[in-house]
C-alpha cells in the first residue's frame, strides 16, 4: 500500500467526523465498497456521487479531490438537496 493511499481527502473527512464507510455511503447512496473505491483511488465517483458527497462534507471536498476539473463545488447550495435513492432533474 502506497502512503498516498491513506491520504485521500474523503477517507480523511470520513476519519474525521468518526464515521463507517458504511455510514457515509448511506448518506451519499453507495456501498461501502465504493467507498473504499473511493478512498483507495480504484475508481471515481459518478457526477451525482460527487455532488452527494459535496453537499454531505458542506462543500469540503468536491470534484477536484477526485482529480477531475471542479463541476459539483458551484452548485453545493445553489440547488435543492438530492436525497439517497432519488433522479437528477431532468
Given at each position: 500500500?502506497?502512503?498516498?493511499d491513506?491520504?485521500?481527502?474523503l477517507r480523511r473527512?470520513?476519519?474525521d467526523?468518526?464515521?463507517?464507510?458504511?455510514?457515509?455511503?448511506?448518506m451519499?447512496?453507495v456501498?461501502?465498497?465504493?467507498?473504499?473505491?473511493y478512498?483507495?483511488?480504484?475508481?471515481?465517483?459518478?457526477?451525482l456521487?460527487?455532488?452527494?458527497?459535496?453537499?454531505?462534507?458542506?462543500?469540503?471536498?468536491?470534484?477536484?479531490?477526485?482529480?477531475?476539473?471542479?463541476?459539483?463545488?458551484?452548485?453545493?447550495?445553489s440547488?435543492?438537496?438530492?436525497?439517497?435513492?432519488?433522479e437528477?432533474?431532468?
Amino acid at each position: 500500500m502506497r502512503p498516498s493511499d491513506w491520504d485521500h481527502p474523503l477517507r480523511r473527512w470520513r476519519l474525521d467526523n468518526n464515521l463507517t464507510g458504511e455510514q457515509l455511503g448511506k448518506m451519499i447512496g453507495v456501498t461501502k465498497f465504493a467507498i473504499s473505491d473511493y478512498e483507495y483511488r480504484r475508481r471515481r465517483p459518478k457526477w451525482l456521487t460527487r455532488r452527494r458527497i459535496a453537499e454531505v462534507t458542506g462543500g469540503a471536498l468536491g470534484d477536484a479531490d477526485f482529480g477531475l476539473p471542479n463541476e459539483t463545488q458551484s452548485v453545493v447550495g445553489s440547488r435543492p438537496s438530492i436525497t439517497a435513492g432519488s433522479e437528477p432533474p431532468g
